[in-house]
């Protein structure tokens, strides 16, 4: 209880003073920026910490679609922590219903998905799109929802198509260890331990066509994270 409620304390402040900094200093982006640097560090630091492996690989100056396994509600702050330029999330629209979050989540540009509206689909796609297009790289998990076993579940390909329709890469990421330090089950039962963070391979779109492109690129998306987490 003790440890739920710092972590209530501790996001609630810091999306409090990241959001009136940005305001104050009109500066796009700060309060993502401080979401990687000061609210996710700590969180992780005092649940075992993060390291974080291939990220010089990368050219950062570019978009990606960043898609990452998904094992525990720490997850979003490894992820914060492993990509080192402002990076945005693909919620769950119940999401919208949390104070602060709902707020931070607004004024930062994040999306929200309805996972039980089919409808809701090709207008993400579109947004998702947009985004890429204007330069932000988003991330999300396309499983879906987080792992009650620790086996990867299959990723959904419909995401993918935002990746291909804005022609940037995916970034493909492996989490190591959030679900053992934080584990679905259960409620908020901690257990501190090392977690690591492993960027793959960027994987190209351009080749992806139609339906069968898609779903080929979710199959390379999962392949890779898969391999990273097997250590190959």
Not at 137 to 160: I, Q, V
Request: charged content about 20%; glycine content about 10%; hydrophobic content about 45%.
């Amino acid at each position: 209880m003790l440890r739920f409620a710092f972590t209530l304390l501790w996001t609630a402040g810091w999306i409090t003073v990241s959001l009136l900094l940005q305001a104050l200093t009109r500066r796009p982006g700060l309060a993502l920026d401080m979401a990687r640097t000061r609210w996710a560090p700590g969180l992780l630091d005092p649940a075992g910490g993060l390291t974080v492996e291939g990220a010089d690989a990368i050219d950062w100056s570019r978009p990606y679609l960043v898609v990452a396994n998904h094992q525990s509600v720490i997850d979003i702050c490894a992820v914060f922590s492993a990509v080192p330029v402002p990076l945005r999330f693909l919620l769950k629209d119940e999401m919208r219903r949390v104070p602060f979050v709902n707020w931070y989540a607004r004024a930062t540009g994040m999306l929200f998905i309805a996972r039980d509206d089919p409808r809701a689909g090709p207008l993400l796609r579109r947004q998702v799109a947009e985004l890429l297009r204007a330069g932000h790289s988003l991330c999300l998990f396309p499983e879906g929802t987080r792992s009650r076993d620790g086996r990867m579940g299959e990723f959904k390909s419909g995401a993918f198509q935002s990746a291909i329709d804005a022609g940037v890469e995916v970034l493909p990421i492996a989490l190591h260890g959030t679900g053992d330090v934080l584990p679905a089950e259960g409620f908020f039962n901690v257990s501190p331990g090392p977690m690591r963070a492993t960027i793959g391979t960027p994987l190209a779109t351009g080749d992806c066509v139609g339906a069968a492109g898609r779903q080929r690129l979710a199959r390379q998306a999962q392949a890779s994270v898969a391999a990273m987490l097997a250590g190959r």
